[in-house]
C-alpha cells in the first residue's frame, strides 16, 4: 500500500503485466505497419512512460510526437478537455497513431480526433494501453488496447493523483473503503437527531447539522462564519458557496469517518445539486436520502411536549408548529422529486418506538 497526498493506492498491475502489454500492441502494429513509417504521437503528461518503452519495442522505422491534453483534476475530470501542445507540423499525407496513456469516457479521445480531422494525414488509428470499457461512451473505434481494466482510478507508470506517482513502475489503485452518505429529511418533532444519534455510533458516520455548524463557525468567528455572518444581519441568505465551503470544511476534519450524515442542508434543489457537485468532487455521492414520516398531529404532541422542557417558544405554538411543518412540505416537496430521479429517496415510517424507527432505517441503509 502506498500513499499519495491524502489517498491510498494498492499494487493492481505488475511492471511485467505492463511491459507484456506494450510489447504485444507493438507487435500488433507493426504487422499493420511494416512497410510505413508512421508517426506515433504521444499525450503528455500520462503517456510519456509508455511511449518510450512502445518505441523500444517497435522493430521498424518511425517517427515520435507529442500532443499536451488535460481534463483531470485530483480524482475526477473536470469534463472539459484543453489543448495544452498541439498537433506537430508536416504530417500531411503520413500515418498517425495516437499512443494514449488511459481511455476512459472518450472526452479526451473525442478532443483528440478533432485535432487531427483539421488535417490532411493519410491515417489516423488509435491505441491505449489501458482501456475502461465499462465506462467507454465515445463513437471512434479503440484499435489498438493493452490491457482492459475496469473503472477504478489508478495512478502509476506515468499516471498521477495531483501530480504524484507519474514514477512509480508499476501501477496502483485507490483502496476506496466503501462510505455511505446519507441526507436525512423529517418534518420538527420526527426524531432525526435522535435517529442520527444512532446511526453515527452504528455506521461511524459523522453527523454534520448545519445549524450546529453554522453556530459554531459564528460563534468562534471563523472566516467563513463572519461572512454568513454578514449576510444574516443584514437580512439575506446565506449563500450556498459559503455554506457548501463550511460543510467542505467538516469533511476535512473527519477523514476517517465512513461516510456523513448531512441533516439540514439540501433544502433546494439548487442546494442538492451543490452538493453533489461538492461531493463529486471528493470522489463521493449521495448514496441515499431518507424521510422520516409521520402524521401531523403526533408530531404536534410531541413537539408540545418537548417544548415544556425546551423552553422554545416555537415548540409551545401550534400556529408556529403547523407555519413550520408548510415551511417543511413546500421545500421538501422538489427535494423529493429531485432524489426519487436518482432513485435515491426512502420513506421511513417515523411512528413507534426509537428502536423500531431505528431498525427501519438500518434496513434501509443495510440495502444500499
Same mark, same amino acid.
Given at each position: ?33 511494416? !512497410? ?114 475496469? !473503472? ?103 477523514? !476517517? ?46 413537539? =408540545? ?29 422538489? =427535494? ?31 440495502? =444500499?
Amino acid at each position: 500500500m502506498i500513499r499519495l497526498h491524502d489517498k491510498y493506492f494498492k499494487p493492481f498491475l505488475s511492471e511485467k503485466q505492463i511491459l507484456g502489454a506494450i510489447q504485444r500492441m507493438a507487435q500488433e502494429i507493426a504487422v499493420d505497419y511494416k !512497410d510505413d513509417t508512421p508517426i506515433f504521437v504521444g499525450v503528455l503528461n500520462g503517456a510519456f512512460m509508455f511511449v518510450s518503452d512502445f518505441l523500444k519495442e517497435y522493430p521498424y522505422s518511425c517517427e515520435v510526437s507529442f500532443v499536451k491534453l488535460s481534463s483531470y483534476q485530483g480524482l475526477t475530470s473536470t469534463g472539459i478537455v484543453e489543448t495544452l501542445l498541439d498537433v506537430p507540423d508536416n504530417i500531411e499525407g503520413r500515418s498517425i497513431i495516437i499512443l494514449e496513456d488511459i481511455i476512459d469516457t472518450g472526452r479526451t479521445l473525442q478532443k483528440l480526433v478533432h485535432l487531427f480531422s483539421n488535417t490532411k494525414v493519410k491515417e489516423f488509428k488509435i491505441a491505449s494501453l489501458f482501456y475502461k470499457a465499462e465506462v467507454y461512451n465515445g463513437e471512434y473505434a479503440i484499435d489498438y488496447v493493452g490491457l482492459e481494466i475496469p !473503472d477504478k482510478f489508478i495512478v502509476g507508470y506515468g499516471l498521477d493523483y495531483k501530480e504524484l506517482g507519474r514514477n512509480l513502475r508499476e501501477v496502483y489503485q485507490l483502496n476506496q473503503k466503501y462510505m455511505i452518505n446519507l441526507v436525512l429529511f423529517g418534518k420538527p418533532g420526527a426524531g432525526k437527531g435522535t435517529q442520527a444519534q444512532f446511526l453515527k455510533e452504528k455506521y461511524n458516520l459523522k453527523h454534520i447539522s448545519t445549524g450546529d455548524v453554522f453556530r459554531y463557525n459564528i460563534k468562534n468567528g471563523t472566516e467563513l462564519g463572519t461572512l454568513a455572518k454578514s449576510y444574516i444581519d443584514k437580512g439575506e441568505l446565506v449563500p450556498d458557496e459559503v455554506t457548501i465551503k463550511m460543510l467542505e470544511d467538516e469533511v476535512d476534519k473527519n477523514p !476517517d469517518a465512513d461516510g456523513f450524515i448531512f441533516d439540514g442542508f439540501p433544502r433546494t434543489t439548487a442546494q442538492a445539486e451543490a452538493l453533489d457537485n461538492f461531493l463529486e468532487s471528493k470522489d463521493m455521492k449521495v448514496d441515499a436520502t431518507i424521510a422520516l414520516e409521520a402524521n401531523d398531529d403526533i408530531l404536534i404532541e410531541r413537539l =408540545l411536549e418537548r417544548g415544556k422542557n425546551s423552553g422554545r417558544s416555537d415548540d409551545q405554538d401550534v400556529s408556529k408548529i403547523r407555519n413550520r411543518f408548510e415551511e417543511y412540505n413546500s421545500k421538501t416537496a422538489p =427535494l423529493k422529486d429531485y432524489y426519487e430521479e436518482q432513485h435515491k429517496f426512502h420513506s421511513v415510517n417515523g411512528i413507534g418506538s426509537i428502536d423500531e424507527i431505528t431498525q427501519r432505517l438500518t434496513k434501509v441503509i443495510d440495502s =444500499l
